[in-house]
């Protein structure tokens, strides 16, 4: 059991659910504002300081942090969620724990033994901050005083064997319900765990599984979670590490596309998968059409998200 506070019971009052996706380069940060005022901060960008990624990480961290201490003020993160440890994800999570007041944490106790991870849980133990570990078999992590929330903890009946060489295939998932609208957060999983996982019916918004790449959001996941809403965390073309990975990819923008329904009066910067990311030629990045309810940090810099339970989500 995870201790969050107090909550009420919010249904039917107008109150706002709201998500920041923060525009943190090839990572992700998102942190959630709970319509009773409680805050979950599913996982922290990039290490500032990261091998190859020039000035790209330390800007995105720089940004985390301000952004944190403007829309939090001086409440406290309820809870940090760490999808799966790739510095990508847990990168910022010891300066987060280092200056805000944070009061649970969890991740897949994955590789506790690697300098970076240890670091992070030496700091949430240094600050008497729980820990929590959401672990094959567990898949419900219920949480004290939800209320009218639903709060739950999404991982398969057992690790896939490519989690001891591959991260993002440990990703623990984090479903938000409120009242009629649902928040799916993927990190990196892929196309084998989203095979196994339950997402627990439809999610209203979907957080795109690995910055949009090719090898997540496959065709059976999207037909099961039905999303009416999605955002990629994805860096700019030849920004910092996405050199190496050149996300989003063409395709996947179109599935999603295709799946959200929507205009397709926009577009999207998005990689040809037909070419090699790491020749990049130029014509290798397009502009694809793509559906008005998906937003991506790389286009649209933060994507501030709101809803009142209603099943709609508005851009703020």
């Known amino acids: 059991m995870v201790s969050m506070g107090e909550s009420c019971d919010v249904c039917g009052s107008g109150a706002e659910l709201r998500v920041h996706f923060y525009d943190v380069a090839q990572a992700l940060a998102a942190l959630v504002d709970l319509p009773d005022g ?6 922290t960008a990039d290490s500032p300081d990261r091998d190859y990624c020039g000035t790209a990480c330390s800007r995105a961290h720089a940004h985390l942090m301000d952004q944190l201490t403007r829309d939090l003020g001086a409440d ?6 760490i999808t799966h440890p790739h510095s990508d994800h847990i990168g910022g999570a010891k300066d987060v724990l ?4 944070v009061r649970h944490y969890v991740d897949n106790g994955r590789d506790a033994d690697d300098a970076e991870i ?23 992590l219920a949480l004290e005083g939800a209320g009218d929330l639903k709060i739950t903890a999404i991982a398969p009946s057992s690790w896939l ?20 609208s649902s928040i799916l957060f993927t990190g990196d999983a892929e196309i084998a765990e989203e095979e196994l996982v339950d997402p627990r019916g439809p999610a209203t918004l979907l957080q795109v599984g690995h910055h949009g790449s090719n090898t997540s959001s ?19 073309p030849g920004e910092g590490i996405n050199n190496s990975y050149c996300h989003p990819r063409a395709e996947t923008v179109r599935a999603l596309t295709d799946a959200l329904g929507g205009s397709g ?28 309810r998906l937003w991506a940090t790389e286009r649209d810099g933060d994507v501030v998200l709101a809803t009142t339970g209603d099943g709609v989500f508005k851009k703020r």
Do not use: M
């Open 76 to 81: 406290p993160i309820d809870l940090v969620w």
């Open 218 to 236: 496959g065709a059976a996941f999207l037909e099961r979670v039905q999303p009416k809403y999605a955002v990629i965390s994805a860096g700019r």
């Open 161 to 180: 064997p490519s989690c001891k060489t591959d991260r993002n295939a440990c990703s623990i998932l984090l479903r938000i319900d409120y009242c009629q």
């Open 265 to 292: 009066a926009r577009t999207l910067r998005a990689f040809d998968s037909s070419f090699s990311c790491h020749d990049e030629p130029p014509e290798s990045w397009s502009d694809v059409p793509a559906s008005d």
């Open 118 to 140: 240890g670091a992070v849980h030496d700091e949430a133990t240094s600050r008497g901050v729980p820990l929590s570990v959401v672990e094959p078999g567990h898949q419900e």
């Open 38 to 43: 409680r805050r979950i901060l599913v996982d």
């Open 98 to 101: 280092a200056q805000f007041r």
